[in-house]
């Protein structure tokens, strides 16, 4: 079937693939406006950085920007073990571990209730069902402001105000919404036929949940980990509402380290610690790569 | 007018080669249906004319016009797409005039060639309305008109009714053969649905893999395809196979399971064979004749009726033939049941056959 | 159970209704009834304890005359609407850019992502260091010889809320880029062939045909920022702690302040309120535009 033309592209004619030049004019705009933002977003994490590792009399000699002369890790050891909070002088490594303690089984409990909860509103949904759900959403729009005090009186009558336990379930909460709407969109998007072939079978609730539903659902377990870790590992808020000192979360502890008026202000030791309590969800962010994105995605777009 | 031709092109996607050495001569005025399987690479050689795609090697004329490494604008076509790419903001009316406004055509320009679009089509009633407004079979006669206000040459056509329902799309298939015979302009149209290419085309490109397997009229295509992917792809139901070899001193026969058919008034192929060779022999399931008109057949065998499809105007029987699963087409009217034997036969000289190995017709 | 008969409608898929039990309680127990136990004691001049004696609408008489309320509302007015814009705008040119194709697509949005990570507390943080003056960017510019330079946002009053946007938006804008970069690579291949065998330019096409096409995109986007907005508080705390003086305070800052320092529940009460009607403001258009409105098209 091959035609006998000779190759019309040895005279000089165009032939084969439109030639373009790396450098051109469109692609040195485009890249170059990418990386002076790129550069932009990573400012504050460099900055960060090299403030960490300076000495105390570098900082206040030279500019922020000014890579380290002498590089210590003095500042990164005090932020951890050393520096103070009010009475407590034990450094973040407290905060760190209040923030491990809370974040697990908050992790924990607030999936394994919004998966099933989300199961329940896809496959099984019952008279109401939708009316509870239409609240929650709604729910995730109301200013949590408006519901901190009542669920002060709450968590009191039960005895576990101002305990890790009541911000484990402060956090199961208020992490319901968004949870179960991610749940829900994704059990709704398996085969009905699936479902229903179990049940045919004679499978029940709780066996199709976890035999058949779970499985399938590894993905979007992940992403509602990485939301919550990140979440949770970065609240404020309930942190301060909800615990005592002794029981701050890593950000409340990391605040008042910094912003205490007591003492000289010891940039070094600040900015270490800022990249600490940066860590977790930083190092959830990089492994995570694309998974992030569409947790973020799912819980915003899909309404 | 103008006249499309595509050479030695090549595209490759990294390390796949999507098309390869593809040689096509459109003539101006024709209409030429790409045909194939999905993958195939029809739509991917459509987009390569269009200039939407950039290719490895090779070049494109459209016109006379080597349009190789042209922008698609440049090129004097129309395209027509399968989700219809209508603007779905914008009126009718701004769909059909929003490209002719970028190109700086004058006002009453625009509107003359809307106005004349709108008439072949017969969508002067909707220009007002929006996209969403429109049923299916209405959205595509917009896209079709995007492309014949821009007044081109050449129109693309990317598997245009696809997304219609079986009624729908059989009504805009005439209408875009009667749009074609007005127009008189080339176009090459993709399509999964030999129906849809047998109607339509001057000629039909059947696409396997990347590569042309055959380029013909209809006719020759169903009547005497040059291998057995065309032969066992053109034509529903499916052309009956049967693996065999080739007999007599001539290599002029041919046997399966000891039945021996012999090929005379064949037009056998310049291909050089020799008997004994492996070989298959296609019969189509509407060559087949049953019953008293079966007797005059050179080919005849009794066959047991194993199941029965009613399809309406026709019932496609099937049974079995020296070993084989055997289907042919009766009558729709025909009363048969299961076990019923039937007389049937065929004439070899109007059947297919092609090599064992190479599957290229003999 | 010899008989088969209707079975009785509360016990039918008993499990799913105890799987949701803990939906149900914190639909109606925390969201309803905290919401309409906070609006109710607003009314109430409740201050170390809520107690019920009720002032009508004296708390927000007293609100809307309390000068550090007008500020913060002030603020989130300005901030919300720059935040809104820039957010927007900057979203869409990064997802358009990053749109384009490009080599390392996956490096940058990690880069332009990795913010939206951090908590609202280091975003704070590192913000307040680069803005402080002695050593900040006002120093280094100084530093390269412009003596007279000033850039000291959260030391001015008059600025310091833009201090706090320049902060917000490096921290949120990657994540609008993301809901951006899904709607572009949502829309139909086709739109883009059509445009360019019409010849429209790359702009064009942006601008008539793909923003017009993403407005549903806009909106759920202009949704979450206005929710968020509104709830701006810990990026307050860590980088100004509302100062200098009161000059950057905001509601969600005044109700905690109020709440749980001040020892006036009922000024809190009244304060998260206004929040709440604020909230709703925006939203009931939005949820009547996007469950109402849905059935003309």
């Not at chain 1, 901190?148 to 101002?162: A, F, N, Q």
């Not at chain 1, 911000?167 to 229903?196: A, C, D, Q, W």
């Not at chain 2, 729709?332 to 076990?339: E, F, K, L, P, S």
């Not at chain 3, 946002?153 to 951006?180: D, H, K, R, S």
Request: with cysteine.
């Amino acid at each position: 079937m091959a035609d006998a033309t000779l190759n019309v592209g040895q005279l000089g004619e165009p032939s084969g693939t439109k030639p373009k030049r790396t450098f051109s004019r469109r692609n040195i705009i485009l890249y170059g406006t990418l990386i002076v933002i790129a550069m932009y977003y990573l400012l504050p994490l460099y900055v960060m950085v090299v403030t960490s590792l300076k000495g105390m009399p570098e900082i206040r000699l030279g500019n922020i920007f000014a890579p380290p002369v002498e590089i210590t890790f003095e500042p990164w050891a005090k932020a951890w073990a050393t520096a103070c909070t009010g009475l407590n002088c034990d450094g973040l490594s407290r905060g760190f571990w209040n923030s491990v303690q809370i974040t697990i089984p908050s992790v924990i409990i607030s999936i394994a209730i919004a998966s099933v909860n989300g199961y329940a509103l896809a496959n099984w949904r019952f008279k109401g069902a939708d009316v509870f759900f239409t609240i929650l959403i709604f729910g995730a729009f109301i200013p949590y402001q408006v519901m901190l005090y009542p669920m002060v009186i709450l968590l009191r009558e039960m005895g576990i105000y101002g305990t890790l336990t009541g911000l484990v379930i402060v956090h199961t909460i208020f992490g319901m919404p968004i949870l179960t709407l991610l749940f829900r969109n994704y059990f709704t998007s398996i085969p009905e036929e699936l479902f229903k072939a179990a049940r045919v079978d004679g499978a029940g609730f709780w066996s199709i949940y976890l035999k058949i539903m779970l499985p399938m659902s590894l993905p979007i377990f992940v992403v509602a980990m990485i939301l919550q870790i990140t979440g949770i590992w970065n609240d404020f808020l309930f942190g301060v509402v909800y615990t005592k000192p002794d029981i701050y979360p890593m950000t409340v502890q990391l605040n008042n380290i910094v912003n205490s008026v007591q003492g000289v202000k010891e940039y070094n030791v600040n900015m270490a610690a800022t990249i600490l309590t940066g860590l977790v969800p930083l190092t959830v962010y990089f492994i995570s790569g694309k998974l992030f994105v569409r947790g973020i995605a799912a819980g915003a777009v899909k309404g | 007018m103008a006249n499309v031709s595509v050479k030695n092109l090549v595209l490759n996607f990294g390390s796949v080669e999507v098309l390869r050495d593809l040689n096509i001569e459109i003539p101006s005025g024709e209409f030429l249906v790409l045909l194939g399987a999905s993958g195939c690479g029809k739509s991917t050689l459509l987009n390569c004319i269009a200039g939407l795609l950039d290719i490895t090697e090779g070049q494109i004329f459209i016109g006379d016009k080597n349009v190789t490494w042209s922008e698609p604008k440049d090129r004097d076509i129309g395209m027509v797409f399968q989700s219809y790419a209508l603007y779905p903001q914008m009126t009718v009316e701004g769909n059909l005039s929003f490209g002719l406004k970028n190109a700086g055509l004058g006002k009453q320009d625009i509107e003359q060639r809307i106005a004349r679009a709108a008439e072949i089509l017969q969508i002067e009633p909707l220009l007002k309305r929006k996209p969403s407004a429109l049923s299916g079979g209405q959205r595509q006669r917009v896209a079709i008109g995007r492309a014949l206000v821009r007044d081109v040459d050449v129109f693309l056509f990317d598997e245009p009714l696809s997304n219609l329902d079986a009624k729908l799309r059989a009504d805009l298939r005439v209408e875009i053969k009667r749009l074609h015979q007005t127009l008189k302009n080339t176009m090459i149209y993709v399509t999964h649905d030999q129906i849809e290419a047998m109607t339509l085309a001057d000629r039909i490109a059947i696409m396997k893999q990347g590569i042309v397997q055959q380029l013909d009229t209809p006719y020759a295509i169903y009547n005497s395809p040059v291998n057995k992917y065309v032969a066992g792809f053109i034509g529903s139901p499916e052309m009956n196979f049967f693996d065999g070899k080739l007999a007599g001193a001539k290599a002029d026969g041919f046997e399966v399971e000891g039945k021996k058919i012999s090929l005379k008034g064949y037009d056998f192929a310049d291909a050089p064979r020799q008997a004994g060779q492996g070989a298959c022999l296609g019969v189509r399931p509407e060559q087949v004749v049953v019953g008293s008109a079966a007797k005059a057949m050179p080919v005849k065998a009794k066959a047991t009726v194993e199941l029965v499809e009613p399809m309406g105007a026709d019932t496609l029987v099937w049974s079995n033939f020296a070993g084989k699963p055997f289907r042919f087409l009766m009558e729709g009217t025909a009363q048969i049941g299961i076990g019923d034997k039937l007389d049937i036969g065929f004439d070899p000289a109007k059947a297919n056959l092609f090599d064992a190995e190479t599957e290229l017709r003999l | 159970m010899a008989t088969i008969g209707k079975p009785n409608s509360l016990f039918r898929n008993m499990s799913a209704k105890i799987a949701a039990i803990p939906m149900i309680f914190t639909a109606l127990v925390v969201f309803v009834g905290g919401t309409l136990w906070t609006v109710t004691y607003s009314f109430t001049n409740s201050k170390l304890l809520p107690r019920e004696k009720w002032v009508g609408f004296d708390q927000y008489e007293r609100l809307w005359g309390t000068n550090r309320w007008n500020v913060a509302i002030e603020n989130i007015l300005i901030y919300g609407f720059f935040s809104l814009i820039f957010s927007l705008v900057i979203g869409f040119v990064l997802a358009a850019l990053l749109d384009q194709k490009i080599r390392f697509e996956d490096a940058f949005r990690t880069i332009l992502l990795y913010p939206f990570a951090l908590s609202f507390i280091v975003t704070g943080l590192v913000w307040q260091w680069i803005l402080n003056p002695e050593f900040g960017i006002q120093s280094m510019v100084r530093g390269l010889g412009w003596e007279s330079f000033t850039f000291d946002p959260l030391y001015n009053p008059e600025i310091v809320v833009y201090g706090l946007l320049i902060a917000g938006l490096w921290q949120g804008t990657g994540f609008v880029m993301c809901l951006m970069l899904a709607g572009l690579r949502g829309i139909d291949e086709d739109i883009w062939k059509a445009a360019r065998v019409d010849g429209i330019p790359m702009w064009k096409t942006y601008l008539f045909i793909i923003i017009p096409m993403m407005r549903p995109v806009f909106i759920t986007t202009l949704v979450i920022i206005a929710a968020g907005i509104v709830k701006l508080y810990d990026l307050v705390v860590a980088q100004t702690s509302g100062g200098p003086g009161i000059a950057s305070e905001v509601p969600a800052k005044y109700v905690y302040d109020y709440m749980f320092q001040g020892q006036n529940l009922g000024q809190g009460f009244a304060a998260s309120t206004m929040m709440l009607v604020s909230v709703l403001i925006v939203l009931i258009p939005w949820a009547y535009l996007e469950f109402g409105g849905r059935k003309n098209g």
